[in-house]
C-alpha cells in the first residue's frame, strides 16, 4: 500500500465536515486521492458526489457512438477503440447547443447509491463476488438560507455481483450473510436491508441549513460562474487550481502532488460542480474542459449498476497493490489496475455514475474479467422540488 501511504502523506486528513459541510467539496476530494478501498464508505465521501441535478444537465449530454461495454481501448490504452471519438470537440460540443433553461425550484435534492465489491469464498472454496457496503443517500438543501437541509440513509441488502456469482451463491446454499475482508478487518454484511434514517448520527434535518453549495457558494453565485470551457479548465482543473484545493493552503514542504491521481482528481471536481445547480451553459463547459483534460479519455459506452447505458469518460488507469501490510489475508494480495469512469446519460447528459472498475486483473480481483465494478455512486435521481422532497419508499434493486 505504498501508494495510498504516499498520498496520504502527501495531502494530510480532512477534517470530518459539519453537517452543512457535507456536500462542500474537501471530503469529496480526499476520497480522490485514494485507490479503490475494501472498506465501508461514510456519509460525506457518498454525499460528495451527489447532488446531480438530472433536468439540468442537458447541457452535458454526451453523444458518442460506439459498440460493447465498455468500449475497447485503443492501443494508446486511451479508450480510443471507438472510431477515435473526439469528445470535446464534437459529442459534447453538439449537446451544448442543445442546452435548455435549467428547471428552478424551492428545494435541490439527489438519491445516490453506493455499493463496494467484495470477493467471498464458498464453502466448496469456488470465489463469488458481492456487493456489500451498500446504502441509499437521499439529501434536500433548500436553495436559500433558513430553509433547512435535510439527510437520509439506509442500508441496501449486500447481493452477488453477477448472474454468475449468484449461482454459486446458491450453490452455497443461499447463505443470508457474506463474511469478507474489508480493508484492515473482517466484516459481515447481510442480505437484510433497512427502514430509511433520518434520525442520528450523519443524518437529520438542519433547520437552519440551506442556500449554499460548492464551496459555500450561493445559487447567484453558481449563476456567475464562467461558460468558456478554457477558463473553467483553468480555475478548477489545472494542476495549480487542483494544488490549491486539495492542498488547502499547506505550507510547500508537503505541496507536492502525485501527479498519478491527477486525473481522478479532476474527474471528483467536476463531479463535485455538478453538485450544485450550475447553469447549462456552465455544465457544457465543464464538460469540454475535462475532455480536454490530460488523462482523461473518451471511452464510448459503458453501463452502469442499475443497467442504465450512457456514454463515459475514464481517466488514466492505476494499480493498486495489496502487500499484506494490514493483514490481507495471502490469497488477497497483489496488484491490480483499474480506473476510474463517469458515465452519463446519452440523451439527457445528466450524470449516471461515477464507478471504479477493472482495467487488468490481479489480487482479491485476479478471477474477474476487465470492467468489472469496484466501487461506484450511483445517482437514482436528482433535481429541483417546490416542496421538501420525500425519499423513495421501493428499492432501486
Not at 72 to 101: C, Q
Not at 208 to 221: N, P, Q, R, V
Request: aromatic content about 8%.
Amino acid at each position: 500500500m505504498d501508494e495510498l501511504r504516499t498520498v496520504r502523506e502527501a495531502y494530510g486528513d480532512a477534517a470530518p465536515p459539519t453537517m452543512t459541510e457535507i456536500a462542500q467539496a474537501r471530503a469529496r476530494w480526499e476520497e480522490a486521492e485514494a485507490p479503490p478501498r475494501r472498506a465501508r464508505f461514510g456519509w460525506p465521501s457518498r454525499l460528495a458526489l451527489g447532488m446531480v441535478a438530472a433536468g439540468a444537465a442537458a447541457a452535458v449530454a454526451v453523444a458518442l457512438t460506439g459498440q460493447g461495454t465498455p468500449d475497447a481501448p485503443g492501443p494508446s490504452g486511451n479508450g480510443d477503440g471507438d472510431g477515435n471519438v473526439d469528445l470535446g470537440r464534437r459529442a459534447v460540443l453538439a449537446a451544448a447547443t442543445k442546452a435548455g433553461r435549467a428547471p428552478a425550484g424551492r428545494y435541490w435534492y439527489i438519491d445516490c447509491l453506493s455499493g463496494q465489491a467484495y470477493i467471498v469464498r464458498s464453502k466448496s472454496g469456488a470465489p463469488y463476488a458481492i456487493v456489500g457496503a451498500a446504502d441509499e443517500m437521499f439529501h434536500w438543501n433548500g436553495v436559500k438560507p433558513g430553509m433547512g437541509e435535510m439527510y437520509y440513509s439506509r442500508d441496501l441488502p449486500a447481493r452477488p455481483a453477477t448472474g454468475q456469482d449468484a449461482a454459486v451463491w446458491r450453490a452455497d446454499g443461499s447463505p443470508p450473510t457474506f463474511r469478507t475482508w474489508s480493508g484492515d478487518h473482517h466484516a459481515t454484511y447481510t442480505t437484510k436491508a433497512t427502514k430509511w434514517r433520518s434520525k442520528g448520527p450523519g443524518v437529520g434535518l438542519d433547520p437552519e441549513g440551506g442556500g449554499t453549495f460548492f464551496l459555500g457558494k450561493t445559487a447567484a453565485d453558481l449563476q456567475r460562474l464562467p461558460t468558456d470551457p478554457a477558463e473553467l479548465g483553468k480555475r478548477f482543473l489545472s494542476d495549480d487550481a487542483l494544488r490549491a484545493l486539495f492542498l488547502n493552503g499547506r505550507t510547500k514542504s508537503r505541496g507536492k502532488v502525485n501527479l498519478r491521481v491527477l486525473p481522478d482528481m479532476r474527474l471528483k471536481v467536476v463531479a463535485t460542480l455538478l453538485d450544485a445547480p450550475t447553469p447549462p451553459k456552465v455544465r457544457a463547459g465543464l464538460m469540454r474542459a475535462l475532455a480536454a483534460q490530460p488523462g482523461v479519455h473518451a471511452i464510448g459506452h459503458d453501463t452502469d449498476p442499475l443497467g442504465r447505458r450512457g456514454v463515459a469518460l475514464a481517466a488514466d488507469p492505476r494499480s493498486t497493490t495489496d502487500d499484506g501490510e494490514y493483514g490481507t489475508p495471502k490469497s488477497d494480495q497483489g496488484t491490480y489496475r483499474w480506473r476510474r469512469v463517469m458515465i452519463f446519460d446519452e440523451g439527457s447528459g445528466a450524470l449516471l455514475s461515477l464507478q471504479s472498475e477493472l482495467v487488468d486483473p490481479g489480487g482479491v480481483y485476479r478471477d474477474r474479467k476487465p470492467g468489472f465494478v469496484i466501487d461506484y455512486e450511483t445517482y437514482r435521481g436528482s433535481g429541483w422540488s417546490d416542496n421538501r422532497p420525500r425519499p423513495p419508499a421501493g428499492q432501486p434493486f
